[in-house]
């Protein structure tokens, strides 16, 4: 049996002493702050235990990995329907484009690039206020991760507030079209706020696992999604997961994945284990450097890829 707690701690190791760290986003300025030195790794396995290397515990902004669970919240509301609102293809483009909307009806792609995660939140929203759809969109982290002191970063919200021109551009532009139900503000507020969930690796980790358990937390035996449900979430995540990165992050690392530009990864590895990293600097395509690396590494080590 190889020694996961090492060859996380080996991994961490490594990577904190690597020099080429990636670029912190600097659009939202709040994030531009933020230190490129952490790094973070943390593997649940199947038994519930939890591997760590670096700050585990350090809580990051989730960015983008909260489509994940908004994808999962929106899917329980609307079911297949939620397709009639988004795709489900890869894109091909950086998460924050626009020209593909016009083309296609101004029917975003899949639900992890900005407009299509944009039109999920939108989903959730429907016939509630903001205020009520972050409450059930924060309630639903807390209730996966076991943890009830699982907030959000007010800061970071406000930020993007303020500096999120594209993303208006992007919900202004769906409207147009109806795609949107909801005031584009009311919509746009819930979405930048959920972004700013800020969470650990340990508990993004924790949160991950019903998806690679059929759909079930088997720390606490709720059934959180069908199989066949939490099946398809995966193949989105390695479809479209890494934006116009996904084909290199299959190729290298072999799992379906969620990245965010605050740094984050979330990875699943079917039946065996839902892992977390974190390293704030990014490639080209707004995804974690050493992230990826990190997790090639543990994938390889392992042979956990799904290839
Ligand atoms: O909408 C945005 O631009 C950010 N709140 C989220 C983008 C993101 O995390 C891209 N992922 N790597």
Redesign the pocket.
């Known amino acids: 049996m190889p020694d996961i707690d090492l060859i996380v701690r080996e991994i961490a190791e490594e990577m904190r002493a690597r020099p080429d760290r990636g670029d912190v986003a600097t659009y939202?300025p709040e994030l531009a702050r933020v230190d490129p030195a952490g790094f973070a790794l943390a593997v649940v396995d199947v038994d519930g235990h939890v591997a760590v290397g670096g700050d585990a515990d350090v809580a990051f902004s989730i960015?983008?990995i909260s489509k994940v669970f908004t994808l999962t919240l929106a899917l329980g509301k609307a079911g297949n329907r939620l397709w009639e609102r988004v795709g489900r293809e890869p894109s091909g483009s950086p998460?924050?484009s626009i020209v593909q909307l016009e083309n296609e009806r101004g029917i975003p792609r899949n639900p992890f690039i900005?407009a299509g995660a944009i039109a999920v939140t939108d989903v959730i929203l429907s016939g509630h206020q903001p205020k009520e759809a972050l409450g059930e969109i924060l309630r639903f982290m807390r209730f996966l991760a076991d943890d009830p002191t699982i907030s959000m970063d007010d800061a970071v919200a406000a930020s993007?507030q303020r500096t999120?021109f594209r993303?208006r551009a992007l919900a202004n532009y769906m409207k147009a079209f109806g795609v949107l139900e909801n005031p584009v503000d009311y919509t746009l507020g819930v979405?930048?706020h959920h972004?700013a969930i800020a969470m650990s690796c340990r508990q993004l980790a924790l949160a991950g696992r019903f998806l690679a358990h059929g759909g079930r937390n088997p720390a606490t035996g709720h059934s959180v999604v069908s199989p066949e449900r939490a099946r398809r979430i995966n193949a989105i995540m390695m479809t479209c997961g890494h934006?116009d990165g996904s084909g290199e992050f299959a190729y290298r690392v072999g799992l379906p994945g969620k990245?965010?530009?605050?740094g984050g990864i979330l990875a699943i590895a079917p039946r065996k284990a839902s892992i977390a990293v974190w390293s704030p600097g990014l490639d080209a395509s707004?995804?974690s450097h050493l992230g990826r690396i990190a997790l090639e590494r543990l994938t390889q080590r392992l042979g956990w890829s799904v290839f």
């Open positions: 939202i960015q983008s998460f924050n900005n993007e999120g993303n979405y930048f972004c934006y990245s965010g530009v605050g707004g995804n």
